[in-house]
């Protein structure tokens, strides 16, 4: 019975190559964990949040696909001949349930499995992973397009392959795990190996931590080629004295930054032509506070990113220095590195519908 937590991984720079391990790509999606008895069919999110309200139409594909009592853990994603969509998959998460079903009509999603943690009666969370791969080949149906098996490889060449080859499809990287690994719930005893490179971007602004005593994050501006300022993402996980020392490091760019401020009008702009600003509510963290300082924009952070997607960073940067030797309107896109899609039909048939 929900909820149960995923078990989670620890972030790795290269491809482990010891012996006993799996590899398998690293899905861009949500994580979620199926729950099915009989009729019965729950989504959780890692996050204990449900997810079966926005998307219908895994469920009834679900109920073809999987036994009538099992528990799995696996990734929701949206295919496109282009590549994993994960700003389509973000766009399900709403509030209304009839943007809600005319989104699962328009862009359907897809279900990866790629664990099995209960059968019937039996709880397979003690078993390694090795005899619980097992028993997922012979227990999940591949019969049905948008439900599939997550590919598994236990050569370590071949996992590099799909890190280099498959990141311009919207893939996160390689996954590690060890053979006889049980399942435990919460604990980081897989490997993840994801994507890094730096940019250079602008701070433009940054928002206060959840304690009130310090920086949580800073907010990342790159200019286009008519020199407009886009919104790209945030530096944080900063240090509980790093967020302190932020703090003075920023004040002297505080006064009258509002000014002159690229992103002062930031709601009216986004309505006029779809600028990419900060502050939007987000879908995910529903009722989290989103509110913004600006800074003058004076200073030039370098940033350690994994990838971009829709001209976004996909996940939160981390700051690397602060460049002041760089001028705010040197950071450009340009300096993005941009990845050739891959092709996707060898893994999905939904892309070649």
Known sequence: MPPVKPMLAKAVHEVPRMRGMRYEPKWDGFRCIVFRDGDEVELGSRNDRPLTRYFPELVELLKEALPARCVVDGEIVI???????????????????????????????????????????RDLTAEPFSERRRLLEGTVSGEFA??????????????????????????????AKPADQPYEQDRRVMWKVKHERTADCVVAGFRWHKDGK?????????????????????????????????VGELERL??????????????????????????AQSRWSVGKDLAWEPLRVELVAEVRYEHVQSGRFRHGA??????PDRLPDSCGYAQLEEIAPAELSTLFSEVRL
């Open 79 to 121: 295919v496109t001949e282009h590549g994993l969509d994960f700003d389509s998959l973000q766009l399900r998460l709403h509030p209304a349930a009839s943007r809600v079903r005319k989104l699962a009509a328009e862009t359907p999603a897809s279900f990866v499995v790629f664990d099995l943690l209960s059968l019937d009666d």
């Open 146 to 175: 948008r439900v599939h098996l997550t590919p598994t490889t236990e050569d370590p060449e071949i996992a590099q392959d799909w890190f280099n080859r498959f990141e311009g499809a919207g893939f996160d990287g390689v996954m």
């Open 254 to 279: 505080r006064e009258n930054a509002l000014e002159h401020h690229p992103w002062r009008d930031w709601a009216k702009a986004q309505e006029e032509w779809g600028g990419r600003m900060p502050g």
């Open 214 to 246: 310090g920086i949580g994050s800073l907010l990342l501006g790159l200019y286009d080629e008519a020199g407009t300022l886009h919104h790209v993402g945030v530096a944080s996980s900063f240090t509980a004295a790093r967020r302190k020392e932020l």
């Open 318 to 323: 981390r700051l690397v220095r602060f460049r």
